[in-house]
């Protein structure tokens, strides 16, 4: 069985600050890992994904996250946040073999001034 | 417009009642997925298709049907609405290379008296 655990349900921060959201996940085989970001009222924008190769991706709006695999985890970072950044975020895995996706329950960013 | 669309965005109906949740994308991805969001779960699968007239059961499937006569249409049917299908609804479809993302509507808001 594979899922996705994302330890905080919700991460207060200050405008500028650096952030980091957690993601755990567990599988007995690869997996595709993804972020996503909703924004009010929207549905779910892709922030990055990794496949395979250079364990740190680059994503839009200046994230990025780094694949651990002995670590299991898939963290996401950026090192300066916006206001525009408030958003809920969701971490996500597919197995390599299979078509369907297996979310987090999602960090609740709140980025304040 | 290109890209995939949910109706109606926000439903109010009754307890017992048979609601359809539409969802058409233009790309002619496979692969479409029904999730629903509730607090504290993250996205859920309910259904998913690989293509045309093949259609899978996912997590959470009790309670929905699905069809899919063609590509780019996926409805979503509540045969008889229970509160507990109160719940934000989104369909996502992806294309057949096993490393692209899915691609999700805006959501559909069900609300369930």
């Known amino acids: 069985a594979q899922s996705v655990t994302q330890l905080d349900s919700q991460v207060p921060v200050f405008e500028e600050a650096p952030v980091e959201l957690r993601c755990n996940y567990s599988?007995?085989?690869?997996?595709?890992l993804f972020w996503y970001v909703q924004y009010p009222n929207q549905g779910l924008q892709l922030l990055l994904k990794?496949?395979?190769?250079?364990?740190l991706v680059k994503g839009i709006n200046g994230f990025e996250a780094e694949f651990n695999k002995s670590q299991t985890s898939f963290h996401l970072r950026k090192p300066s946040v916006h206001i525009s950044d408030t958003a809920e975020y969701f971490c996500a895995l597919r197995n390599t073999g299979f078509q369907k996706l297996v979310f987090g329950t999602g960090t609740r960013l709140l980025v304040s001034p | 417009d290109a890209g995939i669309t949910q109706s109606p965005r926000y439903k109010i109906t009754e307890t017992g009642r048979q609601v359809t949740l539409m969802c058409h994308q233009t790309w002619s991805h496979s692969y479409m997925f029904w999730y629903r969001q509730d607090l504290g779960h993250g996205l859920r699968l309910i259904y998913y298709?690989?293509?045309?007239?093949?259609?899978d059961k996912g997590e959470v499937p009790d309670g929905y049907v699905v069809s899919r006569s063609k590509t780019e249409n996926f409805p979503l049917t509540l045969e008889s609405a229970t509160r507990s299908q109160t719940s934000v609804y989104f369909c996502a479809s992806r294309g057949t290379r096993g490393e692209t993302e899915a691609f999700f509507g805006q959501g559909t808001r069900l609300t369930v008296v």
């Open positions: 990794y496949l395979s190769g250079s364990t």
């Open positions: 298709s690989a293509a045309a007239d093949i259609t």
């Open positions: 599988s007995s085989v690869s997996v595709y």
